[in-house]
């Protein structure tokens, strides 16, 4: 079983809609990180969470230390959005290494 | 400058050939990090370098040769690969501060092919 898992692997959704990406780890973590990457190459990074709840835009990131979860929420969504995005988990114990899930492929239609 | 750049875009190499992936950051950051990846997978870790020393290697294959030649420049050195190796060849960057949480900074990436 992977430390990090998130769900759904795909997602299709209508323009518009409010999303929702879960992702839930395993291990002790020091900080969580959710990143997006569109098709053919970079990563950019959202949200860097060890607690609570922080916001962007149209975006919001959640994290419940205790039920080792997070979400990512994205309101009104938008073609643009489509994208792959990816929860990653920084391991307690103060090593740089990420430990990734397998992504969330989204899709927004017009 | 909140960038990270990497040359080249693309680099198509037979397997005998010697290349070298570079990545650049002008953030000050003192972590830097190869990740590897294939289509439809998530990044691998390949290597981290910590103020300029390797304080990580994920068990990468010797053909594989990083390199961090001041705290803005990091090198991967290419030798004698295999078709599998193709793939896209990510940079990271990100601060460093014991006990703190750090977003990383990712370049474009280099996309790698193995013939």
């Known amino acids: 079983k992977n430390e990090v898992e998130q769900s759904p692997q795909n997602l299709t959704a209508q323009e518009g809609e409010f999303i929702t990406i879960n992702c839930s780890y395993s291990?002790?973590?020091?900080?969580l990180h959710w990143l997006q990457q569109h098709p053919g190459g970079g990563i950019v990074s959202l949200f860097m969470l060890s607690s609570g709840k922080k916001k962007h835009g149209r975006l919001i990131a959640t994290i419940n230390i205790q039920e080792k979860h997070s979400s990512l929420h994205i309101t009104a969504s938008h073609p643009r959005d489509s994208a792959v995005y990816i929860c990653a988990a920084r391991l307690q114990g103060g090593s740089e290494k990420l430990v990734f899930g397998k992504g969330t492929k989204l899709t927004v239609n017009p | 400058d909140t960038e990270v750049t990497q040359t080249p875009k693309h680099l198509v190499m037979g397997m005998t050939n010697k290349k070298s992936l570079k990545c650049e950051q002008h953030m000050g950051h003192r972590a830097m990090y190869w990740y590897k990846q294939k289509a439809k997978k998530p990044p691998e870790l390949m290597f981290v370098?910590?103020?300029?020393?390797?304080?990580i290697n994920e068990s990468v294959p010797s053909r594989f040769s990083p390199e961090c030649p001041n705290s803005s420049l990091l090198n991967l050195h290419l030798h004698a690969l295999q078709p599998e190796d193709s793939a896209l060849y990510l940079c990271?960057?990100?601060?460093?501060?014991?006990?703190?949480?750090?977003?990383?900074?990712f370049g474009p990436g280099t996309r790698l092919t193995v013939t």
């Open positions: 291990v002790g973590i020091s900080a």
């Open positions: 370098y910590s103020y300029e020393k390797l304080s």
């Open positions: 990271a960057s990100s601060q460093l501060l014991a006990g703190s949480n750090y977003e990383q900074y």
